[in-house]
């Protein structure tokens, strides 16, 4: 076989084809630069980035915002949102290096956390209704078109989806610290249905637009975690919102994964009747709860991209090299996976060069004789 | 109803996660006369415990946990009034410190442990999210626990766990409680490497494992 471009390399795994070998890219807001990064870009590794294919502007809202603490080490910052129903505001926390690096990411890679919440009881609830009922969102390719110039046959620039409404709400609006979400679903479940209803309305016209985006690969940011989403919720609130989602993107033969880096276990049939193509960022234990074995025999119609646990890359290399291997055993032949070599951490660079070395030489099919020629030439 | 039937009434509001009806319930029990202490003890403890058995076994999950936590808090409101000084201290309780450590904004894991941990027995002290290893140890010098519990769940915070034992050393206070480490990015490794006590590998298993610290505490070991 013809040896393949890194974004053919993902591509064709994530259509469920034999790729050439095992794909294994880097995420840009986890990627260092340098002479290391350069080193495993060249002996295979390929880049992903993410960029949204649309703009939200909320009519009748008045969005400020006033900084609470502010030095180069830690800033606090209040936003307020002012509407004709009510005004609503969270603080957000920021570390040293936010703005600066890559996304919102500290430089100790850590998104900014919100340490008051928007919606603290039930008459804050409208409020974000209002917000909803009257958001317009729009398309914007550039973001899109720029990245995949950029980055060519180096790796794939996907489509980044917001969180739906239920994740929406639990995440970023009322969320979970202290169980607050669940108290709140269990007290106001009108006020929470009313506002996911309005949530779900108003991202209507998100999955068209992404529909006519240049991207080939879209990521719904759902970040699902079963001891967060149970099933009766997953049933309930997501399942809808992804048909509509891979309804519309796969009419055009786009794939769509779902950023699920926690617990599967207790969704794993739920997971399988979804129409997604891709499984994100799944953490094998003892991160997550499924292997990759596990994951490839229980969703046979899905591609696993697997995230490399944080965990192991705190014990260092020779841990970073042992678990890569005992995670190429698990994949059977090797196909349906892609590798991630971080969804959640920056890397350093000896783990990062240790797990290129592991994974440049894993061609497919893969076979126990080649993992062991893998694991020999590292002795 | 006979007082048997109040506190069957009380255990059912919570496993039934009955927050409409907790209320008229547990007034229900005071009214009629069942002793505060016995409806608390006897009717929404082991309505709690059968949720966390449940929570074990992976029929419920956080929400329920959560939501059943809740029904007892309003229950509580009710009877509180009712307990007669003296009677709630029967038995002196462990003490048990809980923490999701500084720079750390997730408590889930954390939250289930107190939950479970009062549940059984103990007299948790929840100090919150991102807490600074000085203010663990002020706390551990103040209220004299027998455990100390970190949860972190970025692999960029877990660090912040062996400053805190680390202080503890400084303080002179380590060898006076057990120190157990959590959180989705934390290994035995990681904890023997830190001096942790004991590597929770679920809210579960560590609470556990604190029961049976304070079994050996009682037995004098």
């Keep these: ?379 | 109803m006979t007082q048997e039937e109040h506190l069957q009434a009380l255990r059912d509001a919570i496993t039934a996660m009955d927050l409409d009806g907790i209320a008229a319930v547990a007034q229900a029990a005071m009214d009629a006369g069942v002793d505060a202490q016995k409806a608390i003890t006897e009717g929404m403890v082991p309505g709690m415990v059968e949720v966390g058995e449940k929570f074990e076994e992976g029929e419920y999950f956080l929400s329920e946990l959560v939501v059943a936590g809740e029904v007892m808090k309003d229950g509580m409101k009710v009877i509180e009034p009712y307990l007669t000084a003296g009677k709630g201290e029967a038995e002196a309780k462990a003490r048990a410190i809980m923490a999701t450590v500084e720079g750390d904004y997730h408590d889930i894991g954390k939250n289930i442990v107190v939950t479970l941990l009062g549940v059984q027995g103990f007299d948790v002290i929840d100090m919150g999210m991102d807490v600074p290893a000085s203010r663990i140890v002020e706390e551990v010098r103040a209220q004299r626990p027998l455990v100390v519990g970190l949860s972190a769940l970025l692999s960029t915070t877990m660090a912040r766990m062996g400053d805190v034992i680390e202080a503890l050393k400084q303080a002179g206070l380590r060898d006076s409680v057990k120190v157990i480490v959590g959180g989705t990015p934390v290994t035995p490794a990681f904890a023997d490497s830190i001096g942790a006590d004991h590597c929770a590998v679920n809210a579960i298993e560590g609470v556990h494992v604190c029961r049976e610290w304070l079994k050996q505490a009682k037995e004098g070991k």
């Design chain 1, 1 to 379: 076989m013809a040896e393949m471009t890194r974004r053919e390399r993902i591509l064709t795994a994530s259509r469920r084809q034999m790729a050439d070998r095992v794909p294994f890219f880097h995420n840009w807001r986890h990627c260092q630069q340098g002479t290391v990064e350069r080193d495993c870009r060249n002996r295979g590794m390929g880049l992903s980035w993410e960029r949204p294919s649309y703009t939200f502007t909320w009519h009748g809202v008045e969005v400020t915002e006033t900084y609470e603490t502010y030095t180069t080490a830690v800033q606090t910052l209040r936003r307020t949102f002012k509407t004709p129903v009510g005004t609503i505001s969270l603080v957000e926390k920021r570390g040293a290096g936010t703005g600066q690096w890559h996304h919102m990411r500290s430089w100790q890679d850590v998104t900014p956390w919100q340490t008051e919440r928007a919606i603290k009881g039930p008459e804050d609830y409208k409020v974000l209704k209002y917000m909803y009922d009257n958001l317009e969102v729009e398309p914007d390719y550039f973001p899109l078109e720029q990245a995949k110039d950029w980055i060519g046959d180096d790796g794939m620039v996907w489509d980044w989806l917001p969180h739906a409404g239920l994740q929406l709400l639990m995440i970023d609006w009322v969320g979970s610290e202290g169980g607050r979400f669940f108290v709140h679903h269990a007290r106001y479940p009108d006020l929470v249905d009313e506002t996911f209803q309005s949530i779900s309305r108003a991202y209507e016209p998100l999955w068209e637009i992404a529909a006519g985006s240049p991207a080939d690969f879209f990521l719904l940011a759902d970040n699902i975690d079963a001891v967060l989403v149970n099933p009766k919720l997953f049933k309930r609130y997501f399942m809808p919102e992804w048909e509509k989602c891979c309804t519309a993107l796969h009419a055009g033969g786009k794939l769509v994964g779902v950023h699920m880096d926690g617990r599967l276990k207790a969704l794993t049939g739920l997971i399988a009747e979804t129409s997604i193509d891709v499984v994100e960022a799944l953490h094998v234990p003892q991160m997550g709860d499924l292997s990759l074995g596990e994951a490839l025999a229980a969703w046979p119609d899905k591609v696993i991209w697997t995230g490399f646990p944080g965990s192991v890359y705190a014990l260092g290399p020779e841990a970073t090299k042992q678990q890569a291997l005992a995670m190429l055993r698990d994949m059977g032949t090797g196909e349906r996976v892609c590798f991630e070599m971080s969804t959640e951490n920056l890397v350093s660079n000896e783990n990062l060069a240790m797990l290129t070395s592991v994974l440049e030489h894993a061609t497919l099919p893969l076979t126990p004789e080649k993992i062991d020629a893998i694991e020999r030439s590292l002795r």
